[in-house]
């Protein structure tokens, strides 16, 4: 890839008058030696798996294996039709396709990861909502899922995007960057006002905890992901009026990273901290208690070190086990 | 870098509920699948870190079960993964660590079929990608993006020369290489990154080498048990 940044990405799309979709393109075309209508075709798939998502959230049951969560999407977009939002039907409808997206996901059904799983509902939620509102092809919303895909790109090779490394900033806070910013290219807008939506946005999740209730993907994921379709739709709109990320957006996501491995593990993903140990969660967690796999038994492992650099091997053991 | 395409930011599409622990899990479950070249009839995996912490909540062993099953992400049958696995004679048992882990996602995985056995440990490193570190207890670094060549030889002058020549003559770039020895003269493993699909004809005339033991091809796209022994 020819860039590694937001400012690169910025400044070689100006310098070609090209859209960061186009770049996207070019750049996976030529990094993986795949005709440019087979990586097109492919994005193309993960659109209809994120409409077809949407609709099985409008229109099936989504109650999640656990019981605790499933049908808000639907609740919602009822709650639209009777014209009583509070923030605009813009907003509620991305909100309402969002938690459709996610309860499927809780529920086992198929999604997108963009990037990940627990985040799955921020983009289709901004990007189907807005294809109905504006009347776009679809082949305009796979322009648009190109720059999110390159903005997502920047941030995992400079941060992290998921909950377990980096918290749930890096999770829904990155999606709501992404979608940010393809939507305002999606609106026209240049690449440079792109980049500062996804600082904005980025800005504002800062600090995010990951920390399912019971180890689920719901509470407060599904949650997060609606509330995080309606920034994004609010960070593409502060940079399409002109509003600048102060702080550049690069150096956004490196406050990401630092603030994430700061993070003590209880709040990244393990169910330990958070909303996950209120007195409730805990109800929660007790009740969906299911036995819990054997302790692997100390003798079969060595000691490894404790190092967090992913060349370095230190799950090792001498094997005791009958080899077959 | 870490995440090296578009589509391992956007996508993989995947059973939910989570990339990290669903879908990463399937796809490492899979990758050891074809590391040991067939369906287990046992697996023993061990889980770390937030994958012990959270496996049950995530479906990680169904999805880890789906992977050496075959299945690819968005595989339907990956929520009744337990059962298809009884059903294809598969003996499953999760055990988890809390040793510390290369990264907050690892589990470890050993299979046995028969005579064959393997063990390979691999991290879910968010959004679906995964990093395999080890295999066989070897070092190793492949990530399951490209046709990933597997050799098993043994640690002599001149083998590796032998296999990047015949490679090289068969038109594939070697895009990755990480060769490790257990001791001086003793077993080696070197894992190949590849641009290109290995053709049948470059692994049959790989396989001939001298000191070659054996070879497995690693690949996610095609998804095939490749019986090199």
Known sequence: ?324 | MRFKDVFSIIGPSMTGPSSSHTAGAARLGRIARQWLGCTPNRARLTLYGSFADTYQGHGTDLALIGGLLDYVTDDPRIPDAEQYAEEAGMEVEFYTSGLPAPHPNTVKIELWHGERACSLIGASIGGGSVSVHAMNDFRVQISGEFPTLVLRHADKAGVLASVTSTISSSGVNIGYMQVDRKARDGEALTAMEMDGVPNPDMLKRLRTLDHVLDIRVIDLKRGVDSDAV
């Open chain 1, 1 to 324: 890839m020819r860039f590694k940044h937001l400012h690169e990405l910025n400044t070689i799309c100006t310098a070609e008058s090209k859209t960061i979709a186009q770049l996207m393109i070019e750049e996976q075309v030529q990094e993986t030696n795949t005709p440019e209508a087979d990586v097109v075709q492919q994005m193309s798939e993960y659109y209809q798996v994120m409409k077809e998502a949407v609709r099985k959230g409008l229109t099936e049951d989504t109650t999640s294996r656990s019981g605790l969560t499933g049908g808000d999407g639907k609740k919602m977009a009822e709650y639209i039709r009777k014209g009583e939002t509070c923030s605009g039907d813009a907003s509620a409808l991305a909100m309402a396709y969002a938690l459709c997206v996610s309860e499927v996901n809780a529920s086992m059904g198929r999604i997108v990861a963009t990037p990940t799983a627990g985040s799955c509902g921020i983009i289709p939620g901004v990007f189907i909502s807005s294809q109905e509102r504006f009347g776009w092809t679809d082949e305009h919303l796979v322009n648009g899922l190109f720059c999110a895909g390159a903005i997502g790109y920047v941030i995992a090779n400079n941060s992290f995007i998921s909950g377990a490394e980096g918290g749930c900033q890096a999770e829904v806070g990155s999606a709501i960057g992404m979608a940010a910013g393809a939507m305002v290219e999606l609106r026209g807008g240049t690449p440079e006002q792109v980049v500062h939506a996804v600082g904005l946005a980025l800005k504002n999740t800062l600090g995010l905890i990951c920390d399912p209730v019971a180890g689920l993907v719901e509470i407060p994921c599904i949650v997060r992901n609606g509330l995080g379709a309606v920034t994004a739709l609010a960070a593409a709109d502060m940079a399409l009026a002109g509003v600048r990320s102060a702080i550049p957006s690069d150096e956004v996501i490196d406050v990401m990273l630092e603030v994430g491995s700061a993070m003590p593990s209880r709040h990244r993903e393990t169910a330990q901290g958070g909303l996950a140990q209120t007195p409730t969660g805990r109800k929660m967690m007790q009740k969906l208690a299911k036995p819990k796999a054997k302790r692997a038994e100390p003798e079969t492992e060595t000691q490894g070190s404790n190092t967090t650099d992913d060349s370095n091997t230190t799950v090792s053991e001498t094997d005791t086990d009958s080899q077959g």
